[in-house]
């Protein structure tokens, strides 16, 4: 692992691997850079990969803050210290998010956003529900069944692989969720929109399953050009459970 600052003065970790095409790949909440597994090893056959682990995740230093604008700058730390100036941004869930809003701040390549809607309605009201059980010493145990729900559909090693590498952080997780539980959802729209309305580079959303029936034209109507593909039956990790079909777009999309 390498190391750079961030925005906070906090240490951020990250990963190198391969050459070509930056490829800057960022992980989804509780996870790690060593989430991507086998997909961020093949991927270093088609370009350089850059895996950062977020503040509070993987070998990176709990912060201050956990908003996605402090996120998105502890990447460009990582990006100006890796000296690439027009990468291609990859996340996955919480990753998702953190690529497009770095790419409404920073130029990129392309971005791929993996299996994490922009649109925060939905997500407000199911976790509203666990919102009192998440902030008690029940924490653990109702964090790993949300997460549990979602890795469904991975062949069984992978899910024990998934389950191996997270290391859910209360305090992490509830200050990257505060503005789901703060805000109103009026006030998350014009959140969201303030954060990813400037995105200009090549976008692709791919989702597991349909992400609601009038998601593709809100998110068309904050990001024009956005490609949204579904990839039916997957739920929250296609680029795993359809390895070789994601690293086959990507390499479409970024090139």
Do not use: C
């Given at each position: 692992m390498q190391f750079t600052t961030g925005p906070d003065g906090n240490r951020v970790a990250y990963q190198v691997e391969g050459d070509g095409p930056d490829l800057v790949l960022i992980h989804g909440i509780t996870e790690s850079h060593h989430s991507w597994g086998d997909v961020g090893k093949r991927l270093a056959r088609i370009g350089r990969v850059i895996s950062v682990d977020l503040r509070g995740h993987g070998e990176s230093d709990e912060a201050p803050g956990y908003s996605l604008e402090a996120m998105a700058g502890d990447v460009k730390a990582v990006t100006d210290a890796v000296g690439t100036a027009l990468p291609s941004v990859i996340g996955h869930s919480l990753g998702g998010f953190v690529a497009t809003v770095y790419a409404a701040a920073h130029p990129a390549r392309t971005i791929v956003n993996v299996d994490q809607p922009l649109a925060?309605?939905?997500?407000?009201?199911?976790?509203?529900?666990?919102?009192?059980?998440?902030?008690?010493?029940?924490?653990?145990?109702?964090?790993?069944?949300?997460?549990?729900?979602?890795?469904?559909?991975?062949?069984?090693?992978?899910?024990?692989?998934?389950?191996?590498?997270?290391?859910?952080?209360?305090?992490?997780?509830?200050?990257?969720?505060?503005?789901?539980?703060?805000k109103s959802v009026e006030e998350l729209d014009a959140l969201v929109r303030g954060l990813v309305g400037g995105v200009?580079?090549?976008?692709?959303?791919?989702?597991?399953?349909?992400?609601?029936?009038?998601?593709?034209?809100?998110?068309?109507?904050?990001?024009?050009?956005?490609?949204?593909?579904?990839?039916?039956?997957?739920?929250?990790?296609?680029?795993?459970?359809?390895?070789?079909?994601?690293?086959?777009?990507?390499?479409e999309f970024v090139n």
């Open positions: 925060l309605a939905a997500f407000k009201e199911q976790l509203g529900q666990a919102e009192p059980m998440l902030r008690s010493e029940a924490f653990g145990a109702v964090i790993g069944m949300m997460f549990d729900g979602l890795m469904t559909p991975l062949p069984d090693a992978e899910k024990a692989r998934i389950s191996a590498l997270r290391r859910p952080v209360q305090d992490v997780v509830l200050g990257v969720w505060d503005p789901v539980f703060t200009d580079a090549p976008y692709l959303a791919i989702h597991g399953d349909e992400p609601g029936d009038d998601y593709r034209a809100w998110l068309r109507s904050v990001i024009p050009h956005a490609q949204l593909e579904v990839w039916p039956g997957n739920a929250h990790y296609p680029h795993l459970i359809e390895s070789d079909r994601f690293i086959e777009r990507v390499r």
